[in-house]
């Protein structure tokens, strides 16, 4: 089956910027999540989709980051303005629902260069 | 706050070496417990994971780990390695009342020479 599809794999921005993240993920799954994986960290999740409604956003910058899935597959993740902090891979998951027995599959990134 | 601790950042160990890497979190109600590796080039993958029973679980290519509640921890085995294990490896927490909700440790950069 094919996986967690994202996109762009690679971008570059000037601060006070903004950018756009997409995400499609496993036909039929349920969840998806959104993590920021800073260099030399671990994921941090910023925010957890369950269909096309909001589980867990309370890591999420509000103020400069917005996320949506419409229609309860593709989803999109939106950084306005940039910061030069938010330089990081942004990974997509998704699962067949939201209980943690079900894997997380994970998309290949987008890397974020803010400078 | 909950905390999830990997002890080493890199490990460099040669072929048929064993491996261990420690994990250690902090959080006082019950958790499921994952191992993550990601190899060059490759996306995220979960290479074994523990919810409850035995606490000596097993995961892909000869992977095991032991989850000791009394000390928080849940490390990563392998009793010999390959070159093909040369990979970032990362531990996570999931707190059963989360929701799925995973919060991973900083990783382990595990380089294996021939």
């Known amino acids: 089956e094919a996986g967690v599809a994202q996109s762009p794999r690679y971008k570059i921005i000037e601060k006070r910027q903004s950018v756009a993240f997409w995400c499609n993920p496993i036909?039929?799954?349920?969840?998806l999540y959104w993590y920021q994986q800073i260099l030399g960290q671990g994921p941090k999740l910023l925010i957890q989709?369950?269909?096309?409604?909001?589980?867990?956003d309370s890591q999420l910058p509000k103020d400069r980051f917005s996320a949506e899935r419409l229609k309860g597959v593709d989803s999109t993740l939106k950084i306005q303005p940039a910061k030069l902090e938010d330089s990081a891979v942004y990974l997509c998951?998704?699962?067949?629902?939201?209980?943690?027995?079900?894997?997380?599959?994970f998309g290949p990134g987008t890397r974020l260069t803010v400078t | 706050a909950q905390s999830v601790s990997q002890h080493n950042h890199h490990v460099i160990l040669s072929e048929a070496a064993s491996l261990e890497l420690g994990c250690n979190y902090s959080?006082?109600?019950?958790?499921?417990l994952f191992w993550y590796v990601q190899y060059p080039g490759q996306h995220l993958q979960l290479l074994l994971k523990?919810?409850?029973?035995?606490?000596l679980v097993k995961g892909i290519k000869g992977f095991e780990a032991e989850f000791i509640k009394s000390k928080f921890s849940f490390n990563l085995r392998k009793p010999s390695v390959q070159w093909s294990d040369t990979a970032e490896y990362f531990c996570?927490?999931?707190?059963?009342?989360?929701?799925?909700?995973?919060?991973f440790g900083a990783g382990t950069q595990v380089v294996v020479t021939p």
């Open positions: 998951a998704s699962s067949l629902d939201r209980q943690a027995v079900y894997e997380q599959y």
């Open positions: 036909s039929g799954h349920a969840t």
């Open positions: 989709f369950q269909n096309n409604g909001v589980v867990d």
């Open positions: 959080y006082g109600g019950t958790v499921n």
């Open positions: 523990y919810f409850s029973g035995d606490p």
């Open positions: 996570a927490v999931n707190p059963t009342d989360s929701w799925g909700k995973l919060q």
